[in-house]
């Protein structure tokens, strides 16, 4: 039996974005309780070269929508990077959610073969095919991400397990 690559992503994206959502809720209102400025976590990073949280979601959700747009071949929609607070997070992740659940699995299909083109960071490209697009590049830097924003809340003291980072499935 194999899977197909709309199983292995929009279903797997959306739960990891809305367990994202769900440990942000869990944040903003541990900054209210403890009395946290909420930019303090916003801007909290585990290590002073790595990103901080806010821009952990932007880029987790920027992989997300860039996977599933990519194996379907629609247009990405783009968005600004200017979130500033929890609010604004939750309205791009809910963007982001919106996209990629407008996909569906027949825009998939045929995507294994798919030639993937990646210019990440650096002036050579990489191509891909699709399945090796998903499992190889697109998932971890996705699953990177979810979980540096998930570090970076418990580190910071939120209470969070590993229920709240796998979300409902």
Do not use: C, W
Not at 14 to 26: A, G, N, P
Not at 124 to 152: C, M, V
Request: overall charge negative; glycine content about 6%; charged content about 20%.
């Amino acid at each position: 039996m194999t899977i197909s690559m709309y199983a292995a992503s929009v279903p797997v994206l959306t739960q990891m974005l809305d367990s994202l959502s769900d440990v942000l809720h869990k944040a903003a209102a541990h900054a209210a309780a403890k009395n946290i400025a909420p930019e303090v976590l916003l801007q909290a990073r585990l290590f002073p070269d790595m990103f901080p949280l806010l821009r952990q979601v932007q880029i987790a959700g920027d992989f997300a929508k860039g996977i599933a747009g990519r194996l379907a071949q629609t247009e990405l929609p783009v968005y600004e990077d200017n979130e500033q607070t929890f609010a604004d997070l939750q309205t791009r992740i809910a963007r982001t959610r919106d996209f990629i659940q407008s996909i569906k699995a027949a825009d998939m299909a045929d995507s294994e073969t798919l030639e993937i083109v990646l210019r990440p960071g650096t002036p050579k490209e990489q191509r891909l095919s699709g399945q090796n697009y998903l499992l190889h590049y697109g998932l971890p830097q996705f699953f990177f991400h979810i979980t540096t924003a998930y570090d970076i809340l418990r580190h910071a003291g939120v209470e969070l397990g590993k229920k709240d980072y796998m979300g409902r499935y």
